[in-house]
């Protein structure tokens, strides 16, 4: 399922005293309060989704491992995945049985989309030049690309030009071998991506 916090500003800080010490360490590592309360906050929503899913509770003692681009994982539990994604003032978090990857971000400024030239395929370029709202179609093209490359462990250093979704417009498609999901929520965009959804799989639940 894909657990969603739409605005951290609307929530305490959690308690990070109950945090793996890894995960003190990032948070304590981001110099802006924004980014420091996203940090919180993400693990407060695994938190939340291992414990009404699988029953799991996590805390300081939580045993996390990381794979050598950074993608974290339950040691304990490795038949769960998760992924998490936070663009101010969103966090999402996305658990399964099988590798996962999501992506959330507000839409981007009309001056970012010369960003497309280096992330977007011929065709997207192409594309975009035809777009009625090429912000929001910029948009949900970079958030398929990033949940795809982090489903995959590879990390934002990956060539997200390879990959065109140009053709895909509807909400739920197969593209690259995967399973896709991707929607606008409001003011930002959700995708999120697996080797194969099913409809529990993209329950949207807001906490």
């Known amino acids: 399922m894909i657990y969603l916090c739409e605005n951290i500003d609307n929530i305490l800080l959690p308690d990070v005293f109950d945090m793996p010490e890894e995960r003190?360490?990032?948070?304590?590592?981001?110099?802006?309060?924004?980014?420091?309360?996203?940090?919180?906050?993400?693990?407060?929503?695994?938190?939340?989704?291992?414990?009404?899913?699988?029953?799991?509770?996590?805390?300081?003692?939580?045993?996390?491992?990381?794979?050598?681009?950074?993608?974290?994982?339950?040691?304990?539990?490795?038949?769960?995945?998760?992924?998490?994604?936070?663009?101010?003032?969103?966090?999402?978090?996305?658990?399964?049985?099988?590798?996962?990857?999501?992506?959330v971000q507000?839409?981007?400024?009309?001056?970012?989309?010369?960003?497309?030239?280096?992330?977007?395929?011929?065709?997207?370029?192409?594309?975009?030049?035809n777009r009625y709202n090429p912000q929001w179609h910029f948009t949900r093209l970079w958030t398929l690309k990033e949940s795809y490359v982090k489903m995959l462990g590879k990390g934002i250093d990956d060539n997200l030009n390879r990959y065109d979704f140009e053709k895909f417009n509807s909400h739920r498609f197969s593209a690259l071998g995967y399973d896709f999901f991707s929607k606008r929520m409001g003011d930002y965009h959700l995708s999120v991506c697996k080797?194969?959804?099913?409809?529990?799989?993209i329950e949207i639940i807001k906490v």
């Open 24 to 103: 003190v360490l990032k948070m304590k590592s981001y110099k802006n309060e924004k980014d420091k309360k996203m940090c919180c906050t993400a693990f407060e929503l695994l938190k939340y989704a291992l414990k009404r899913e699988y029953g799991i509770h996590i805390n300081r003692n939580t045993k996390m491992g990381y794979t050598i681009r950074g993608k974290p994982h339950l040691l304990d539990y490795p038949c769960i995945h998760f992924n998490i994604s936070h663009c101010y003032p969103i966090v999402a978090c996305f658990v399964s049985d099988e590798e996962v990857g999501a992506d």
């Open 106 to 129: 507000t839409i981007i400024t009309e001056d970012d989309l010369e960003i497309i030239e280096i992330i977007g395929s011929q065709n997207e370029i192409k594309g975009l030049k």
């Open 195 to 201: 080797k194969d959804l099913y409809p529990h799989d």
